[in-house]
């Protein structure tokens, strides 16, 4: 792996004014720190091989 493109996420396919506060909650948490979280995990291995991180969205 040389690159790290974080570009995943979920939303829901509500109206706005149906959707539930807990899932646009849970859509925010999944979207904002699965990057992350992932980015953690492989971390050393980004340092060893000198590798770019993309993220968008």
């Known amino acids: 792996m040389d690159i790290l493109v974080n570009g995943a996420g979920i939303w829901t396919t509500d109206e706005f ?11 925010f948490k999944v979207n904002s720190m699965g990057p992350i979280y992932f980015t953690k ?17």
């Open 17 to 27: 004014e149906a959707k539930k506060p807990e899932l646009v909650e849970h859509s």
């Open 41 to 57: 995990a492989i971390y050393l291995k980004l340092l060893e091989r000198k590798m770019h991180i993309i993220s968008h969205g």
